[in-house]
């Protein structure tokens, strides 16, 4: 059967599953086997035994296909940029942190 867990109770390890007929069966941990712990809000698929809930599952849902993820290119290869433009700006900024650095050398000895 498939139902729905509205109920458990974690100190006494006992719930209430609610079947797609509206119909109330009640259930223990030592029927659980799903994945984790059982809580309000999880459907389940079960059987029935004796008026209660045995064999409780975590209900099986359909596989949804894996949606294409569309990434950004790195900036170096962003459109309009190539490695050819990039480069001349990093081989730039290592110029000018060179004659800052000769500066301050000059500066100390000058001192």
Known sequence: MIGEIIHFDDAEQQGTIRDEKGGEHAFDLVGWRGRGLPGPGVAV???????????????????QKARRVVSMPPESEAP?????????AIRKRWWLVGLAIVVLVLAGLWI
């Open 45 to 63: 698929d079960f059987e029935l035994r004796d008026g209660r809930a045995v064999q409780v599952f975590n209900a099986r849902i359909k596989q």
């Open 80 to 88: 309009g940029t190539t490695a050819d433009t990039v480069r001349p």
